[in-house]
T-cell receptor, first 114, second 116 residues
């Protein structure tokens, strides 16, 4: 049973560019959340998708957008990249009805903005 | 609103010694509480979770945590540290309802070092 997978593993971009990160949830999971983890910090919630709609959003600007597909996989898009967007981006999934909201995390995508 | 405070960004113990990592939370709704571990260049792995059942929660790798509502704490312990426990540990909270439903709020993390 594959866990949460993310691609790519690493990515280098320059300021002003746009980036798309991809996530496939764990089998049987229909809810996907994205987190940003800056160096030396705890993960920060970006947003959560369920039934192909954004259900919750953290304190991130509109440059951060997402999408969920019918097969529950998800994309995170970041426009007009800033140096401060350099971070590990984590995708997490869970079944909607799972008590306690335990989320299963992927290995992350390391984004470096130069 | 919810928040998590982890006291001590670095904790160092000797192999075989007690591990104690501190976590205090704030939540406007009944909380769900979690401890995750992160090894270098990896994602997060769940150690244990509290979901309003037993207040003493046992997790993987010999870790356990006790939910104390009066102290708004959820400290993580392990009786005897092993070299393989060296990693970064994150405490997280989510709410059973409202705007915190399904959204994990993490602490800043505690790096655990284990000396031989």
């Amino acid at each position: 049973d594959a866990g949460v997978t993310q691609s790519p593993t690493h990515l280098i971009k320059t300021r002003g560019q746009q980036v798309t990160l991809r996530c496939s949830p764990k089998s049987g999971h229909d809810t996907v959340s994205w987190y940003q983890q800056a160096l030396g910090q705890g993960p920060q919630f970006i947003f959560q998708y369920y039934e192909e709609e954004e259900r919750q959003r953290g304190n991130f600007p509109d440059r951060f957008s997402g999408h969920q597909f019918p097969n529950y996989s998800s994309e995170l898009n970041v426009n007009a990249l800033l140096l401060g967007d350099s971070a590990l981006y984590l995708c997490a999934s869970n079944p909607r009805g799972l008590a306690g909201h335990e989320q299963f995390f992927g290995p992350g995508t390391r984004l470096t903005v130069l | 609103a919810q928040s998590v405070t982890q006291l001590g960004s670095h904790v160092s113990v000797s192999e075989g010694a007690l591990v104690l990592l501190r976590c205090n939370y704030s939540s406007s709704v009944p909380p769900y509480l979690f401890w995750y571990v992160q090894y270098p260049n990896q994602g997060l792995q769940l150690l244990l979770k509290y979901t309003s059942a037993a207040t003493l929660v046992k997790g993987i790798n010999g870790f356990e945590a006790e939910f104390k509502k009066s102290e708004t704490s959820f400290h993580l312990t392990k009786p005897s540290a092993h070299m393989s426990d060296a990693a970064e540990y994150f405490c997280a909270v989510s709410g059973a309802g409202g705007t915190s439903y399904g959204k994990l709020t993490f602490g800043q993390g505690t790096i655990l070092t284990v000396h031989p």
